[in-house]
């Protein structure tokens, strides 16, 4: 059995704007990780889970909540962390050009977390920064390169090498490969699942590609403004999704072959705008937009239940003894 | 003869042998090499390929908008029978006006922001619409295009500038300000790809009603494979500035022949979950110095002697399903 | 090795750059070594002969005798050591301390210490700087190191200005901010990050800023304020020979004639020099 080495719980993180209003962009958030898995989280614009990212790499400090790591609750730690505890959680951006120094070679750039968490001489760092390309696939020559002669998926690769500089147990991947093609993502990701394998790592994977994450996450937790939805293990998410918007999301991605098409839920045709968080609709924060609304919605905030073995939801179709499940293979409707 | 010019008059576009290249400071970027399509009336027609393929080159040439440093090799882009890079001036810009027209991937630069909405369709549609036509007149037609691509409440929309809307709004817009002109030709450049999922499923199954309903023809420009499949019912495939694989999209999607088709299929995730291929090994060729013969045969797995010196030629391997390859072809 | 061949191309690109370069190399060897390469070096400083006062220029006089008999040309060469050391030591100080006011204002943007440090800038930057500089100049002793003192006091803000603005664009960007998080202390995102990013607009900069120094100087010692006599300064000399214009016009015109070279260039090679560094990332 895996050991938890992450449990977060109520996370809220609230931005206050001059006009008195709060962007509540995670608003009580449970998630658990355990160690050599990928948690997923999906979402669109609005969703917060960019946030919940920052608020655990430290660079925010949680409005409320926990988030116990390995013993330690970093959720009011913002940046005051001990070196131990950055060197555990690292991070990988989705940009990847500001994710390098352009003025600066990728050697200089991997021995920057290397000066700080080691005592290592300047030529061992170099050969660390050699091998650390090499373990993620890339030539050592390239530690004397700039980043502006290289791809964006060996830049994507060397920012993987600079995060595992510190042999960190849970790696936080923000959108890694949006920006690549998808040749050059494949690479990434068959590169990134390699990597876990061998090093026992716990990743956070972001993305909005839900294809993406059926191939790389063990479980799949959906945000919408700052709220979970739904939160399963991978096959149980992708062939039974339970809650009203991730039966939207499913039914809204494009897919490139028939045997898909046949895997995602009956067409749910998404409508409406996602509002912004600073104006969260009251009760449910999905009401405006789900097909199933009844009264409660509009008033009550649902509650997070566990319907299967690890399979949770947060809907009031789910509330009570009456399960008014939306089945999947309800009367296919015309695309 | 009857026959021929019918087919022509149904043919909306075509694109014959299209070879162009860019001056970069001195040296010279061979980028696009022989690309050949054809887009019916009603057609929605899908160009794809990953980054640097030169899909965003052949929409501008489709346009006749290339930078200035750009040469044309050899080709042409048939509009209407007419072709772009001979036409007067004059001619050029009744098709650009009346003709085609593009969206772009990120709305939020196509439209200025310190106009309103109302002052850039008006002014989109004064150039488009005989002169002397009354503003009221122009308004209206606004709105109704507004109306057709289901935003609600228009006259709000075109009293407000772009930083209220929201980005599928924006998109709208810019939908509606290029068939408000009469355009027939839509040329969709990754129009979905900054939006959120479920918006960008909203805009592409707009395009498709927008086809159905004015009988549009669209060029649709992506790199999701996904995207793809739901817009159009013709693709072509792009790999290094020329099209290796081309037909009826399902048949190409289900039965992809050249290795480049088969190779980027194995590297989409599938919802199926049953996990991504490897890459493709290899890098994408530098322009200034293009491989000779098939562009892809450096990174192919079933390259031989004539791959690497001749360009392969395209051959019809199943009815309308073509491909530019000598082992697809069998002849390897 | 490679990099600087390909840089002295690019730089070399532009005709007029190199023209710069040759000027400004002419200026820094004639600072050097002028006091030994010069007609008259005993005319640079306090030497008198009224029997050849105010001659026009001749082979004898190059650029004519000022009212005390010296030599004009080897009192310009002469002048060169302190136009150069003034510009020199203003901007060695000036650079860096406004550097590190804008870098520190700029990477806490938003914050207090960014208020009054941006203020602080903000307040000497509208300040006409020739006020400042005379008022300085005037209230000390005048000699060179108060008009440098005047002159560096009134340059720091530019520079704050410019790595201001470097950093706060700089400051979201992700190699920045994983520098932050993974434990980074300020000075070494201060030099090993930002400031690779800033040095090419920062020597640039300098490199045109050389001559707006010296101009800057010579308006200190033309209102008196410089480089005090028999010492010679461009300013002063210009100022003493104003009065005797048209006629004695070589008194005034070949000190001018050297301050627009000089400063030209410094103007041309300072644009060599960006050109060169600007187009470094394509």
New interface residues.
Partial sequence: MAEKILDIKNLKKYFPLKNGQVVKAVDGVDLELYEGETLGLVGESGSGKSTIAYVLVGMYEATDGDIIYKGDNLAKTGLNRTLKQRGEIQIVFQDPGSSLNSKRTVGKSLMVPLKIHTKMSKADMEKRARDLLEEVGLPAEFADKYPRTLGGGERQLISVARALATNPSLVILDEPTSALDVSVQAKVISKLIDLQKELKLAYLFITHDLSLMRNVADRVAILYLGRLCEQAPAADFFQKPLHPYTQMLLSSIPVATAEEEKMKPVKVLSTGEIPSPVNVPPGCAFHLRCRYKKPICMKERPVMKEVSPGHFVCCHLFNGDKEETPAKGEQKLEK | MGNMDNAQKDTILEVKDLSVSFNVYGRISHVLDGISFKVKKGERVGLVG??GCGKTTTLKAVLNVLPKNAIINRGEVLFEGQNVFAMKDSELAAMRRTGAGMIFQDPSSALNPVFSIEKQFITALKYAKPKNTPARELHDIAVEALNSVMLPDPDRIMKSYPFQL?G??KQRVCIAMTIAAGRQLLLADEPGTSL???????I?RLINKLVLDNHLSVIMVA?????????TSYVNIMYAGTVVESGKT?DV??NPKHPYTV??????????????????PG?VPDYMVPPKGCRFSPRCPYAQEICHTQKPPHVEISPGHWVSCYYANEVI | MEALKRNWLKFSESKISVIGLVIVSAFFFLAIFGKYLVPYPEHIGSYVDFASAGLPPSSKYLCGTDLMGRDIFSRIIGSFRNTLLMGVIVLCISAPVGFMVGVIAGYNKGKLIDTILMRVTDIFLAIPPLVLALAIASVLEPNLTNSMLAITVMWWPWYARLSYGVTSSLRSENYIIYAELTGAKLPHIIFKEILPNCLSAVLTKMTLDMGYVIIMGATLSYAGLGEQAPKPALGSMISSGVKYMPNQWWLTIFPAIAIILIVLGFNLLGDGISNMLGTEES
């Fill in positions: 990953e980054s929201s599928g709004m959120d999922v479920t918006i960008q499923d909203q592409l790199h999701s494979l996904g995207v793809i499949r739901e817009s399902d999607f289900q190779a980027l299929m194995s590297c989409v995730p599938k919802l199926t979950g049953e996990g991504i291929a490897e890459g493709i890098r």
